[in-house]
């Protein structure tokens, strides 16, 4: 009986599918775009450095609080009203969120943009339960790796268009970014069905909003909680990193936004590449054990020297010399999985996110308060780099605890 019942439905599910490709690309495109050019726009209402790099860490730590805040209680809504309506509050939420950044003629306003974004960033993982709601158990793994690829495609063409846009003007990536969120409402309000059938809702349970349940259940497994801090530590550093790169390049090598968005581009390229390329054959060449210790120190070393660097064609250099550190994070994460119950996957999938989560909220305030007292050092001065100082030590220790753990539960390294 249900084996023709399947077949007409078949062209609709690819149509939906479609469309969350379609909706994580253009997400991450907007959001992609005004990374070169969002701490740059600060400066236009602070223009000491310190107190520039100070408020767009406030600004990033408030993007990642009302994140962290909302985005359980999104997915939670979705599963009592459907996917769509939240997949569209989520779209005009952004939409809403750049015009008041774009047109912000203070630096409260851009608060409120920031505010009114972070709250409404739930597009990825509400688009992930609409793949799933449209898959077979068969083809949902296929599903969500489309669904990742779109959105490491978004995140590696928008910084280099948002830098050239930017480069035009501060405002215009904003406006692109606005345009394209408004688009996607367009589409999906008219064209999009819901995924999650009425007789499938879940009744609202309180439980599934709070933030930090998931994290007290995974750090409480002694199995693993020596991976879980590595990957806590790498994840902290990697965090550090992004929010200070805009700035530390604009403070010591005079970068516009241009020249950002390039080197962005270079670095998703590089993640792209080596993740969804090169994985299996370092895997079988390396093991993922061995993999994840060497991309470590790759990563850690690589920090160091963009510390270090003197001109800004080095970074380009550093970046593409560090292609073995964009495999330690999926190594990593594959060790973990293997120590983990079928059952449990999803929920340690999403437990992990949390720990990125709660880095997007701490790290960007730590890293550009070092960065700001650091700021009037002349530029070639060595201590100009501490931010990047730091996340070699965090990856320093995120090693010393790896090698520890694999020799303690006799995993071979080398």
Not at 34 to 40: G, M
Request: glycine residues 10%.
């Amino acid at each position: 009986m249900s084996i023709p019942s399947a077949v007409p439905h078949a062209p609709v599910r690819a149509a939906n599918l479609n469309f969350v490709l379609v909706c994580v690309f253009i997400d991450m495109l907007g959001i992609g775009l005004i990374v070169p050019v969002l701490p740059v726009l600060v400066g236009e209402f602070v223009h000491a450095r310190d107190q520039q790099a100070w408020w767009f860490g406030v600004m990033s730590m408030t993007f990642g609080l009302m994140q962290f805040l909302f985005m359980p209680m999104l997915g939670a809504i979705s599963d009592r009203v459907g996917r769509r309506p939240v997949l569209l509050y989520s779209m005009a939420g952004m939409c809403i969120n750049f015009l008041a950044t774009a047109w912000a003629p203070t630096l409260a306003f851009m608060f409120v943009g920031r505010v009114i974004g972070g709250m409404s960033s739930a597009s990825m993982s509400v688009a992930s339960a609409y793949a799933s709601d449209i898959s077979t158990p068969e083809n949902r793994a296929s599903s969500f790796g489309k669904v990742g690829a779109a959105f490491g495609l978004g995140f590696i063409c928008g910084p280099m268009l948002g830098g050239l846009l930017g480069n035009v003007n501060l405002h215009l990536p904003f406006y692109v970014a606005a345009g394209l969120s408004a688009c996607n409402f367009v589409y999906g309000f008219f064209v999009v069905p819901e995924s999650l059938p009425a007789r499938e809702r879940a009744p609202f349970d309180w439980n599934k909003i709070n933030p930090l349940s998931a994290l007290f259940k995974l750090v409480r497994r002694k199995d693993i909680r020596g991976l879980v801090i590595v990957f806590a530590l790498t994840t902290c550093a990697q965090m550090m990193l992004h929010t200070t790169w805009v700035l530390y390049t604009t403070f010591r090598f005079d970068w516009t936004p241009r020249e950002n968005g390039i080197a962005m581009f270079c670095v998703g390229l590089c993640a792209a590449g080596v993740q969804a390329g090169l994985m299996a054959v370092l895997i079988r060449r390396f093991g993922e054990v061995r993999l994840s210790v060497i991309g470590l120190v790759s990563g850690g070393i690589t920090y160091v020297l963009y510390g270090l660097a003197t001109h800004g064609w080095m970074m380009y250099v550093f970046i593409l010399c560090n292609l073995l550190a964009f495999a330690a994070g999926p190594a990593l994460q594959g060790i973990v999985s293997k120590l983990t119950p079928a059952s449990e996957q999803g929920e340690l999938m999403g437990s992990l996110q949390s720990i990125s989560s709660l880095g997007l909220i701490f790290m960007p305030l730590a890293g550009t308060a070092i960065l700001g007292a650091v700021s009037h050092l002349p530029p070639n001065d060595w201590r100009i780099g501490t931010t990047f100082f730091i996340c070699a030590a965090m990856q320093a220790v995120g090693v010393a605890v790896a090698l520890r753990y694999f020799r303690s539960h006799h995993m071979r390294i080398a």
